[in-house]
């Protein structure tokens, strides 16, 4: 389809009433009414057209093509998703949008089901698309792996979200080991004088009690930099180090909880699919939420010295650029952000 900038006139109303013509503006095409034009943006007309064609795609194009498909192939779409080329991600993200896109209600909810009930939704797709396993025996495996990742993900949301809205309770003796086995991991050499102390702004919390830093991501904050200090001691430990730089230093601990965010974020919005449907042929655990994280604080803290920004107060701006680039990376189907050197 041509682009409203090259379009030579484009009608919308009989007689020539309503037209958009090329733009004498760059950023502008021109709408005429009744002889008199008026700019529009052309990130406005393009998206107008977008949304006009994904409309036509998704309510007439697609049921067609789907038909033709299958008196050609015999197959069912679902069918020919896993019969393909695709693995992974790729695979598992067709099939999540086909049965989303279903116009029956048991497919379309198949992919809301819990990982208990993967096997019954299975049961249930194969019979209403009259699929035999005895005809095509490979169809059901995959499609398990498919819906058990895309179940999974979906739990293991609400496991993050758990630990998110727990908050950090001194009352909490699970809690205040937790607290000071990091400590412990972190500063094996030196003895905390006390619960409350300065000594906590070692290693990058703010004030003399961490139990204030915790407030925005709760426990899933301390869980993080836990995991990261336990599972990868020695780079966490260089971590810190390299964050007491004299000019470019950042708080450990604050910027960590900073990026529990970053990674909770990516996870609701669902940008972290592609990553886990291609790290997990199954059901993702917590676990793997956390060696995501590790992936994030230790690329960040080499974005950081690579960068070299000129003191603390621009952590905001650089932030967000690594914000970006791994965002770009995970819409990339076959991206898989992890930790490649040995614990």
């Not at 089901?113 to 035999?132: A, F, H, P, R, Y």
């Not at 260089?238 to 990674?263: C, D, F, W």
Request: positive net charge.
């Amino acid at each position: 389809m041509a682009s409203p900038q090259h379009a030579s006139a484009f009608m919308v109303a009989s007689q020539s009433q309503f037209a958009l013509h090329p733009p004498c503006h760059p950023a502008h095409t021109y709408l005429t009414v009744g002889g008199d034009a008026f700019p529009v943006a052309v990130g406005l007309v393009t998206n107008m057209i977008s949304l006009i064609w994904n409309y036509l795609y998704s309510t007439l194009l697609r049921s067609w093509m789907k038909w033709i498909l299958r008196k050609l192939t015999g197959r069912c779409e679902l069918q020919r998703i896993c019969a393909s080329t695709v693995q992974r991600a790729e695979r598992t993200m067709k099939i999540e949008y086909s049965l989303k896109s279903s116009k029956n209600e048991v497919l379309k909810t198949s992919v809301d089901g819990s990982v208990e009930n993967v096997e019954k939704s299975i049961q249930d797709i194969m019979e209403i698309k009259k699929i035999s396993i005895q005809k095509d025996p490979d169809f059901k495996i995959n499609l398990q792996i498919c819906l058990l990742q895309i179940s999974g993900f979906k739990k293991l949301f609400a496991d993050v979200e758990y630990l998110r809205k727990q908050p950090f309770e001194s009352s909490n003796k699970q809690h205040e080991d937790m607290l000071l086995k990091l400590w412990q991991l972190m500063m094996p050499h030196v003895h905390l004088e006390s619960r409350i102390t300065k000594q906590w702004g070692d290693i990058g919390f703010q004030g003399e009690d961490p139990k204030t830093d915790f407030r925005g991501m709760g426990m899933l904050g301390l869980h993080n930099l836990v995991f990261f200090g336990e599972h990868y001691t020695k780079v966490a430990r260089q971590t810190l180090s390299r964050s007491n730089h004299p000019k470019i230093g950042y708080s450990y601990a604050i910027v960590g909880i900073n990026l529990t965010e970053m990674a909770y974020s990516m996870m609701k919005s669902g940008l972290l699919k592609s990553h886990f449907y291609n790290l997990v042929p199954g059901v993702p655990q917590l676990q793997h939420f956390h060696q995501f994280y590790c992936y994030l604080l230790y690329e960040f803290d080499q974005f950081w010295f690579k960068e070299g920004p000129s003191s603390i107060m621009e952590f905001n701006q650089y932030r967000e650029q690594f914000h970006e680039r791994v965002k770009r990376l995970l819409q990339d189907p076959k991206a898989l952000l992890t930790l490649n050197f040995k614990k």
